[in-house]
């Protein structure tokens, strides 16, 4: 009796020990789609009211959190029954990403004053008392959700790929982990990043010259942030989406591959940077005129 407990002790300490590895392992791979989640996230939900800025932050979360309820189930579905499906749902995905950047781009600079208009209505809308503010925020909610779903997809199929030949209850406790970890700590960061206003101008009115020093600072970096976030949460999409589609096809993912080992470290990673950057613009913009065209022909019909 006592020996076949210490011998189940020590399964569940092993079981308990290879999810630690695993999940570990996990997160360092996901650690760049994190960086790329964070940065189009603090974007997606900049420039609404100060009061609601944690409201708009909570919603994203909880449409989060509903992502990562139908993802984790259905990877572990795809993996046991239908493996060969990951990669082209990925494909998917990452075509979806290069076409927002590139809609976001195209909307930016060939609809200028479209663009101006959107911007006034949504300052108007942010300034004004009158407006239903929950209203006009349900669409940059929904965008946000949109985009987190498909960040999570590729969180959640790295984290498949890493957990692939485990135990079904190693796989599942793996897969849960990452999800609650990557929703909380993008999710918190956001929050504290689109709060970082009011920690200036708190800062700002307190007693002490290096309190308000540091305020001031933290008041006049703010908007630079979210400015760089912007850039940042767009060339993620590139970037991100790119890299889905290159390692999407296996002979040019493992020629860039090979071509960044033997490039070195910091000439390699930047390499394939632009590979998948430059992948994913040419990818957005195909799919962009696909969308365009046939627009056209479903008006003209």
């Known amino acids: 009796m006592a020996t076949s407990l210490l011998l189940l002790l020590d399964d569940i300490a092993t079981v308990l020990d290879d999810v630690s590895i695993l999940t570990k392992v996990a997160a360092k791979k996901t650690a760049g789609v994190l960086g790329d989640d ?3 996230n603090a974007q997606q939900v900049s420039g609404v009211k100060a009061e609601r800025e944690l409201p708009v932050v909570w919603a994203v979360c909880k449409g989060s959190f509903v ?3 139908i993802l984790v189930p259905a990877a572990l579905a795809i993996g046991t029954w239908l493996p060969w499906l990951v990669t082209p749902l990925l494909m998917i995905g990452g075509a979806f990403l290069c076409f927002e950047g590139c809609e976001k781009l195209a909307h930016k600079f060939l609809h200028k004053e479209e663009h101006a208009a959107d911007t006034a209505r949504h300052e108007h809308a942010v300034a004004d008392e009158a407006v239903d503010v929950v209203a006009a925020e349900k669409s940059k ?3 946000a959700v949109r985009t987190d ?4 997809a590729e969180i959640i199929a790295i984290t498949l790929g890493t957990v692939q030949g485990q ?3 190693t796989q599942l406790t793996v897969l849960v982990g990452i999800a609650l970890l990557m929703t909380v700590g993008v999710y918190g960061l956001v929050a504290g990043i689109v709060k970082l206003d009011d920690a200036g101008l708190y800062l700002s009115r307190r007693e002490g010259a290096g309190a308000q020093a540091l ?3 933290i008041l006049a970096m703010a908007p630079w942030l979210m400015k760089a976030l912007s850039i940042a949460g767009t060339a993620a999409m590139f970037l991100v989406g790119g890299g889905i589609l290159v390692h999407g096809v ?3 993912g493992h020629a860039v591959e090979a071509w960044a080992v033997s490039a070195g470290s910091l000439v390699g990673s930047l ?3 632009g590979v998948n950057a430059g992948v994913g613009i040419v990818a957005g913009a195909i799919v962009l005129a696909g969308v365009e065209l046939a627009k056209k022909l479903f008006k003209k019909s």
């Open 215 to 217: 305020g001031r600072g």
């Open 141 to 143: 909610i929904k965008g």
């Open 67 to 69: 992502n990562k309820a």
């Open 167 to 169: 135990p079904f209850t």
């Open 149 to 152: 779903f498909i960040l999570s």
């Open 271 to 273: 390499g394939s940077m």
């Open 250 to 252: 296996p002979v040019l």
């Open 38 to 40: 964070l940065a189009l």
